[in-house]
């Protein structure tokens, strides 16, 4: 089912708390990717990773941070500095330039 | 950067019509133009693509066309089934550009009609 794994599916957290989404893949590739999906908003990049210990900023970083220790895994975190943080997130993984990028099952967060 | 428009947001068509959902770019230099579908509550699965060097491909009931002249490609599904119904994301390639240069477009809700 793709090598991409998010968890949890669900999340839900209080205003004002800082939160990390997982993402894990088991496909060898180098470049990661994290996107926010919002209603009638399409896919928008918030970080990406081109390799381990690098990582560099999409479209709508702010409150929003990242790591890339190990190859297989770049969580996100949503600080409590994301304005609007409920939201569907996707995380994805591509081999390398000319590859098709493939999504995670992505993780729905609610903060009320 | 990249600009992606998509349309339309919402499409609508009885069961065994075809389909087609048309998306513009403005960086000439775009070079690769996948097209993604989202079932509900589900990742986006990559459905077909096209490079620039071609005009057309095709893939059973699925089509891509692209006139880089004018900038544009479209997805073209013919005959229709109720499976087919879900979102539809375009999106086009900047080469050189970081994150692999993808640039989406923001979806067309398909929905098919019995």
């Known amino acids: 089912d793709g090598g991409i794994t998010q968890s949890p599916k669900y999340l839900f957290r209080k205003e004002g708390q800082n939160v990390t989404l997982s993402c894990e893949q088991n496909l060898n590739h180098d470049a990661m990717y994290w996107y926010r999906q919002d209603p009638g908003q399409g896919l928008r990049l918030i970080y990406y990773s081109q390799i381990v210990n690098d990582f560099q900023k999409g479209d709508i970083a702010e409150g929003y941070s990242v790591s890339r220790e190990k190859k297989e895994s770049f969580p996100l975190t949503v600080t409590s500095a994301q304005k609007n943080p409920t939201a569907f997130y996707l995380c994805?993984?591509?081999?390398?330039?000319?590859?098709?990028?493939?999504f995670g099952p992505g993780t729905r967060l609610t903060v009320t | 950067g990249e600009n992606v428009e998509q349309h339309p947001s919402t499409l609508s068509v009885q069961e065994g019509d075809s389909a087609v959902i048309k998306c513009t770019y403005s960086?000439?230099?775009?070079?690769?133009f996948p097209w993604y579908k989202q079932e509900l509550g589900k990742r986006p699965q990559l459905i077909i693509d096209i490079r620039s060097n071609v005009g057309e491909k095709k893939d059973q009931r699925i089509a891509v066309t692209l006139n880089k002249t004018a900038k544009h490609f479209s997805l073209h599904i013919t005959e229709t089934q109720p499976e087919d119904s879900a979102v539809y994301f375009c999106a086009a390639r900047l080469p050189g550009g970081g994150a692999d240069g993808l640039t989406f477009g923001k979806g067309t809700h398909l929905i098919i009609q019995p």
């Open positions: 994805a993984s591509r081999a390398g330039a000319g590859h098709e990028q493939y």
């Open positions: 960086d000439s230099a775009s070079n690769y």
